[in-house]
């Protein structure tokens, strides 16, 4: 009995110094939920409208807002009433918030790409914002696009959610494609010399 009494003061005793104290964590720096190959479809009708996909989610909750974050980055698909892949977005981190107000707000950071593929057109950009309610997206960043009629940079740039009608803000050093038809013969019937051909 006088063993164990000693072995189990030993234990305690050789414990004691090495047992540290972890630093205070605050409830709202820790996520309250965490998602691992993340995976929302959202439809209407039967028909698939968007699609969103992410390594990691982590929820977070505080007083005032609650958030989403991705911090692996994630991607979202947006598709036409006919089921064609239109939009596709993708950034090195996102992030989801929820307001009091009922408002929400999605942000995207680093290496933000924004494509529209019927359109052929693609957007780059550091930071993007989406507002869901008014079904657009922005930022205030330097932005470039690349289209078949040319290329565009500037600082600030609008558009409707799927990246249809895009407006890029304070342009600068931007240049246009124009295609035409080698193959295409004009004759000036006032100044032309020569023989004309019969029709």
């Known amino acids: 009995m006088i ?18 104290t972890t630093d205070a964590k605050s409830l709202e720096e820790v996520p309250m939920q965490t998602v691992d190959g993340m995976f929302v479809v959202h439809s209407e009708n039967g028909k698939v409208q968007m699609r969103m996909e992410a390594s990691l989610m982590e929820r977070y909750q505080n007083d005032s807002v609650s958030y989403e974050l991705f911090p692996k980055g994630f991607s979202v698909f947006a ?3 006919e089921g064609l892949l239109e939009t596709q977005i993708v950034s090195d981190v996102a992030k989801h918030l929820k307001f009091d107000d009922g408002r929400e707000t999605w942000e995207a950071f680093g290496n933000v790409v924004v494509k529209n593929l019927i359109k052929q057109e693609v957007m780059e950009t550091d930071t993007l914002y989406w507002d869901q309610k008014n079904e657009k997206i922005y930022t205030h960043c330097y932005v470039k696009m ?54």
């Open 3 to 20: 063993a164990t009494a000693l072995a189990v003061a030993f234990v305690v005793y050789s414990c004691k110094g090495k047992l540290g």
């Open 79 to 81: 598709y036409t009433d």
């Open 146 to 199: 690349y289209s078949p009629s040319g290329f565009m940079q500037g600082y600030g740039m609008e558009s409707d959610q799927r990246a249809r009608n895009s407006v890029i803000f304070r342009p600068f050093n931007s240049y246009g494609v124009v295609v035409k038809d080698s193959t295409e013969v004009l004759i000036d019937s006032i100044n032309f010399i020569g023989p004309l051909r019969k029709k």
